[in-house]
């Protein structure tokens, strides 16, 4: 039995990466290799309660994952000292990402992950050097890696060697579910709305002043339209006063961090969210498991497009070509047949479980 320490940055219901590997762990925890995860900071959510109730190993930072303090870098250290890992996996970036594979490597840790979720951050200056900086230093530590997409490899580990791993979800949870339309949409008083919805934490990275800019110009044309937004972060309140200030408090329901996203899907009519950036964005494949039309930025990689249901547009010339894409659109019968395209295309965790295990253990061999 081997080892294997993952690291990332905290297991939030709606945190893709966390999704991503709470996804995997029945096919890797238990057949050859043991699981622990070592989280950032701590926080409430099924999966943590999932871990605990099946005796996986969870371990957080003391002081969060902010704090980049002595008792922090003790806790890591005695944590490589008293497991003997085989593996650490790494899914986080820039400091803490540097020091745990520095730690691993000196605590004989073989063999060491570098698992790329996202391309380099370059969207300004600051930005740029310190990925420019941490991304070298990390490639150097780590014997190994991942990536979410072939355009995230690319970006993250130039012409090293590396593997890439979807960010696979199990289809069947994401499928098109009537009796759940229904729920949601009487329980928020929308039976008879057009629901647009978005998923995503109130970051900058998200764009959420221009999401409601949109919103906002997309209602002007249909009086009937709500915007249904799951997820919570630290520009909540930020934005819920623009939202005010639009006059739009009663038609934008902020919903928080949710444990059942993949029903909510089904209350939508359409998926909208216009990054300035994304890793993959694993939100536009879940709702087009659902058969919800996307509509993403440019700035999103087109390797979301797995059933053709989703366009992108650009961020830089207003909201009226986001509004033109919303009012033409011919939105698709809602039906299974996209989630059995999805699956097809490799990101259904029924075909794609085994393949983490599998690389484990091409790097042991």
Not at 52 to 68: D, M, R, T, W
Not at 70 to 90: A, G, P
Not at 162 to 180: G, L, P, Q, S, T
Not at 264 to 274: G, K, Q, R, W
Request: with cysteine; proline share 2%.
């Amino acid at each position: 039995m081997k080892n294997v320490l993952c690291v990332i940055s905290n297991l939030r219901n709606n945190n893709g990466v966390a999704s991503c590997m709470m996804n995997y762990l029945p096919y890797t925890n238990g057949n050859d290799f043991k699981i622990d995860y070592l989280c950032l900071d701590d926080t409430d959510s099924e999966y943590v309660d999932y871990l605990k109730k099946n005796q996986i190993g969870y371990f957080s930072l003391p002081n969060g994952g902010v704090k980049k303090d002595i008792m922090n870098k003790k806790y890591i250290k005695e944590l490589f000292k008293k497991k003997k890992y085989d593996i650490v996996h790494v899914n986080v970036v820039y400091y803490w990402a540097l020091y745990i594979l520095i730690c691993a490597k000196k605590c004989n840790v073989k063999i060491r992950i570098l698992h790329a979720h996202n391309p380099k951050l370059i969207n300004n200056l600051s930005n740029r050097r310190r990925t420019f900086l941490f991304t070298e230093l990390c490639n150097h530590y780590a014997t190994d890696f991942l990536a979410c997409t072939s355009s995230a490899g690319k970006s993250v580990f130039g012409k090293r060697k590396f593997k890439v791993i979807h960010n696979a979800i199990d289809a069947k949870r994401y499928f098109f579910n009537k009796e759940a339309r229904s729920k949601y949409r009487q329980k928020y008083g929308i039976e008879n709305k057009f629901v647009l919805g978005t998923s995503c934490r109130h970051i900058e990275q998200k764009n959420p002043f221009f999401l409601i800019d949109i919103f906002q110009n997309f209602y002007k044309f249909k009086s009937d339209a709500v915007l249904l937004w799951v997820g919570f972060g630290p520009l909540k309140e930020k934005i819920e006063q623009y939202v005010e200030k639009k006059g739009l408090s009663n038609v934008v329901l902020f919903l928080g961090d949710r444990a059942d996203m993949n029903l909510l899907y089904s209350a939508m009519d359409a998926f909208v969210l216009p990054s300035l950036f994304e890793g993959l964005g694993m939100v536009y494949i879940e709702a087009q498991f659902n058969g919800l039309y996307c509509f993403a930025s440019d700035q999103v990689y087109t390797d979301t497009d797995v059933t053709g249901n989703i366009i992108y547009l650009p961020i830089d010339k207003g909201t009226k070509p986001w509004i033109k894409a919303l009012l033409e659109c011919q939105y698709p019968n809602r039906d299974i047949s996209y989630a059995i395209k999805i699956a097809k295309s490799g990101y259904d965790i029924s075909t794609e479980g085994m393949k983490l295990k599998t690389f484990y253990e091409s790097c042991i061999k």
